[in-house]
């Protein structure tokens, strides 16, 4: 397509979006009646104005039936779950039995790494990407140490070469050659939240993989927000949060991803806990964990009924408009983000913008990271000041992500035009 820098063009944009409806299916922040322009999926996605009610109808069950609500609930709350994998399953590429919704984010990593971390011998490394989200790498270095293991010589990090700031995927693949005798687990965030920078999955699973480690992704910003297929890549098992692209609500109830192949392997190790417990014969009580054959029987106690509720509300919204159609959506909006930030830069004498995040299509999702070469916290404030919501991330960079279901073409155009005012 070829794009103009005009709010007539993005106007029409918008009004040929086939999507453009699902906005007014989520709570815009808005001040004095005028409403911001959110682009802070990628921290904590908006509230789908559908929320309450599903919330209000798990309430209601608590107070018609009390704990039966489990058995005699319009949806009994036993069977709650399974509302929800058959949602993610498209979302992030695998069968429903391989999804299981449970936790948050990091204690979904530590209880993967009981399973999928176990060092022997000299094979007791861990690959991961440098910068890697803080609670990822405290997590690795706590469970390394739970091993009795130095989290300094047995964490490998992948680092950007000299000038750059994303990773090569050869440099990531070269790694792991490097280190295939001793490496136990590649674990990599499937898009990193500093960069947005997206790896390639599929051919860092299968070289890891022949090189005998196990390897796993953190989704957290990448679930939602890209094409996935984990079962046909054959990764081992994901984690991912459900507050950002999800739109599920802050602290919402997280979820992975566990290879079929591992459902009925008995050798597993991994922490039980009841209602990971055989379905049918659970409330036997019997002595002795008898897992379900699914990634449900990683499950450890009973589920949050309201963060199940909120993230029904939010699935539903995503069946409703289509994953694919979102993926279109989306990018197309970045594509035009990018043209409007070309543009801006453009317009300087020296550019003022230097984008952190790879600029192939399929290296990148709804984020774009700017490093800001000049008065970036006072740009940052004063788009803050304007009405944008954006972040900042020290020491220079300011990341935004327009969302294909709430964000529009005209935002993008008007972000733009905001920015180049304030230069």
């Known amino acids: 397509m070829q794009f103009q820098n005009s709010q007539s063009f993005a ?11 699902f906005r007014q299916q989520f709570i815009i922040p808005a001040e004095n009646g005028k409403e911001k322009v959110y682009f802070l999926g990628n921290s904590l996605g908006l509230q789908p104005k559908r929320t309450n009610n599903f919330i209000q109808k798990i309430m209601n069950d608590w107070a018609t039936h009390g704990v039966e609500s489990f058995f005699h609930a319009n949806e009994p709350w036993m069977d709650y779950h399974d509302q929800l994998t058959q949602s993610l399953s498209k979302i992030v590429g695998c069968l429903p039995h391989e999804v299981s919704v449970m936790n948050n984010l990091t204690v979904n990593l530590h209880l993967m790494l009981v399973s999928f971390y176990r060092p022997q011998g000299k094979r007791t490394k861990i690959l991961c990407e440098t910068k890697a989200f803080p609670s990822d790498q405290y997590m690795m270095e ?9 989290p300094a010589t047995n964490i490998i990090e992948i680092k950007p070469r000299t000038g750059e700031h994303a ?5 990531v693949l070269q790694m792991i050659v490097e280190h295939k005798d001793e490496l136990a687990l590649v674990l990599l965030g499937g898009i990193n939240y500093y960069s947005g920078q997206v790896f390639d999955m599929q051919t860092i699973t299968q070289l890891a993989q022949q090189a005998g480690a196990k390897v796993g992704f953190d989704l957290a910003h990448a679930a939602g927000n890209i094409e996935l297929n984990l079962h046909d890549w054959h990764v081992d098992f994901a984690c991912w949060c459900s507050y950002k692209y999800l739109n599920s609500g802050p602290g919402a109830v997280a979820a992975v991803f566990i290879h079929e192949k591992y459902h009925k392997d008995e050798t597993m190790i991994r922490f039980g806990g009841w209602w990971g417990y055989d379905k049918p014969t659970r409330f036997k009580m019997d002595k002795g964990f008898k897992p379900m054959l699914s990634a449900e029987g990683w499950q450890l106690g009973t589920p949050a009924m309201f963060m199940y509720a909120s993230a029904r509300a939010a699935l539903e919204v995503v069946e409703e408009a289509g994953w694919e159609n979102i993926n279109q959506k989306r990018k197309l909006l970045t594509a035009y983000l990018w043209y409007i930030l070309d543009e801006v830069n453009a317009s300087q004498t020296n550019p003022i913008i230097e984008f952190i995040t790879p600029r192939n299509e399929t290296e990148h999702g709804c984020q774009l990271s700017m490093n800001m070469l000049q008065r970036g916290k006072e740009i940052y404030n004063a788009l803050m000041k304007q009405g944008f919501y954006v972040d900042w991330r020290e020491p220079s960079v300011i990341r935004l992500a327009p969302v294909p279901l709430y964000n529009g073409f005209e935002e993008v155009w008007k972000f733009g035009d905001c920015l180049k005012s304030i230069l």
Not at 11 to 21: E, H, R
Not at 167 to 171: G, H, K, L, T, V
């Open 167 to 171: 990773i090569r995927n050869e440099d």
């Open 142 to 150: 706590t469970h390394i140490k739970h091993h009795g293991l130095d």
């Open 11 to 21: 106007q029409q944009l918008d009004a040929n979006d086939p999507l453009k409806s």
